[in-house]
């Protein structure tokens, strides 16, 4: 099984806090659909014929597309890939673009999962994000989509944001319980330097919430979560059971996907590709059919150490046996020295051939996968 992952650049405007390369010059959105499509063309032999079970629209701001790009895109893949074992397809949305009209548009294709990007419902922090809805939008898109016939909605959320109290926090951790997605994505807020919220840290004039709080902050998301009913799958992903995103658990379990448009990032199960982050560079590359792009072939230990940053971070832990068999016995000799302690203090356990964190071992899960990747002498 294979996954695709296609990147539309293209947002309206630019939330603060953003690092994803995206663009606001969407009078290039036909040309740059047609290069997609070319590359999906281009790149046919990727996969190497792995049936696709996954694809993933991803931005920028997918739900800037309307219903003649989907359609040649679709069948682009369906030509040149098949759709046949596709069990899930997302596309990413922005509350505001998701109208009676273009849901009902959305439900007359293949799409059979949506991803909503709300993260908050707190209307002044909305504002100072920049992002174009409000909290009643978002509310009434997911209602919307249930109306539409979408049974597998995801809603994204930030925590850690400027002025953020624990009341607020929870607040908004109720609001998106009430709403009953099938999963929940959550993420602590990094100011990422470059972006807007970066520089308005460094002028002082946000703040970032200090450790202590941020801890807090990440407890008492668990337990809502935990006591509404959601699995905590991976650091920052909950869903009902059975419903966690099968796209993004492909990343973490080293499946093949494939990686479409600028900046987006391949991985063919031994070496990674990724392709440049400007969409001009893009289409003219690929209508030049001349892809920019840049290559990883990754060395046994890169890949252990891919393997640990991966793994560590879901449920289902790091398997000891796929460790050894595809890596050797002295990475796993390594991993099991360096993962002792943290057996010992309780934040890591053991059990059924699989190194797993404990409940208190994701609170250090950076420091742990830190001292488990493997360092040349």
């Known amino acids: 099984m294979a ?39 281009m790149r046919k032999d990727y996969l190497k014929g792995a049936p696709i079970e996954t694809i993933y629209f991803g931005g920028g ?33 922005n509350p505001d673009d998701l109208t009676t009209e273009y849901l009902k548009m959305l439900a007359s294709l293949p799409f059979n ?13 909305l504002k100072l994000l920049k992002r174009r809805h409000t909290a009643n939008q978002a509310i009434e898109a997911v209602k919307r989509s249930r109306e539409a016939g979408f049974q597998n909605i995801s809603i994204d959320l930030i925590y ?5 109290t624990i009341e607020r926090w929870e607040r ?31 002028k002082r004039q946000v703040q970032e919430v200090d450790e202590e709080i941020s801890v807090r902050f990440f407890s008492i998301l668990m337990e809502h979560l935990k006591v509404a009913g ?73 890949a252990y150490n891919e393997l640990i940053i991966t793994s560590i971070r879901t449920m289902w832990g790091i398997p000891l046996g796929k460790l ?20 010992k203090n309780g934040k890591l356990s053991e059990q059924d051939g699989t190194l797993r964190l404990t409940r208190e071992g994701i609170f250090i899960s950076d420091s742990i996968m830190r001292d488990l990747l493997f360092v040349e002498d």
């Open 172 to 202: 908004d951790l109720q609001q998106a319980v009430a709403l009953q997605p099938e999963h929940i994505s959550a993420y602590h807020l990094t100011y990422e330097e470059g972006t807007p919220i970066y520089n308005m840290l460094q």
């Open 324 to 343: 050894e068999q595809e890596y050797g016995p002295k990475f796993l000799k390594y991993c099991r020295k360096m993962a002792a302690p943290y057996v």
């Open 160 to 164: 850690g944001l400027p002025g953020e």
């Open 230 to 302: 959601y699995e905590h799958y991976e650091i920052s992903n909950f869903c009902y059971p059975g419903k966690h995103s099968r796209h993004n658990t492909s990343y973490w379990k080293g499946t093949p996907y494939l990686g479409c448009g600028p900046s987006a990032h391949s991985f063919d199960g031994c070496s990674r590709e990724w392709n440049i982050a400007s969409i001009n560079d893009y289409i003219e590359g690929i209508e030049k059919n001349n892809r920019i792009f840049e290559t990883e072939n990754r060395d046994k230990g890169t």
């Open 61 to 93: 701001t997918p739900s800037q597309l309307n219903k003649e790009d989907f359609e040649l895109i679709f069948h682009t893949i369906h030509k040149h890939y098949g759709m046949e074992d596709c069990r899930e397809i997302t596309l990413e949305a």
């Open 113 to 125: 999962r949506i991803s909503m990007g709300i993260q908050t419902f707190d209307e002044s922090t």
């Open 3 to 41: 996954g695709i992952y296609l990147h539309i650049p293209f947002c309206k405007t630019r939330c603060i806090y953003c690092d994803f390369y995206s663009t606001t010059h969407s009078e290039l959105r036909t040309r740059y659909v047609e290069a997609l499509c070319s590359e999906l063309v």
